[in-house]
């Protein structure tokens, strides 16, 4: 098992930054792959991005491409996910996922492991 916990959410304005970051607990935490997520209300939830178990590959969605940075930090047992230039767009309850892959993966089905999110609120 192994337990995630969200946390640095909030509400920003349009053009600011924010930084989440995903605690991991449990089984190896570098064993896994960790992957970001977004759900906006009444929408399906949305790939954001992924950082390979090493740290040394990323992928992201088209649109967060440029604008968000996934990180992580295994001796803290930590990934990050910074969210620049924010739009209103951009809200949402964000989620890290861990998936014990070797692929960067973007379907959700991929992720054994889910933290509760963070509510990512941006006013315009």
């Known amino acids: 098992q192994v337990q995630l916990v969200e946390s640095g959410g909030g509400l920003v304005q349009a053009g600011d930054s924010l930084r989440l970051s995903c605690v991991a607990s449990?089984?190896?935490?570098?064993?896994?792959?960790m992957g970001w997520f977004r759900q906006a209300p009444g929408k399906e939830r949305e790939f954001v991005g992924v950082?390979?178990?090493?740290?040394?590959?990323?992928y992201y969605a088209r649109s967060m491409k440029g604008r968000f940075i996934i990180s992580r930090d295994n001796a803290k047992n930590t990934v990050y996910l910074q969210m620049n230039s924010l739009k209103p767009e951009d809200t949402a309850v964000y989620y890290c996922a861990a998936g014990l892959t070797s692929r960067l993966q973007i379907v959700p089905a991929e992720y054994t492991y889910w933290g509760q999110g963070t509510q990512v609120t941006v006013s315009s």
């Open positions: 950082i390979s178990w090493s740290g040394g590959r990323t």
């Open positions: 449990g089984r190896t935490f570098n064993n896994y792959a």
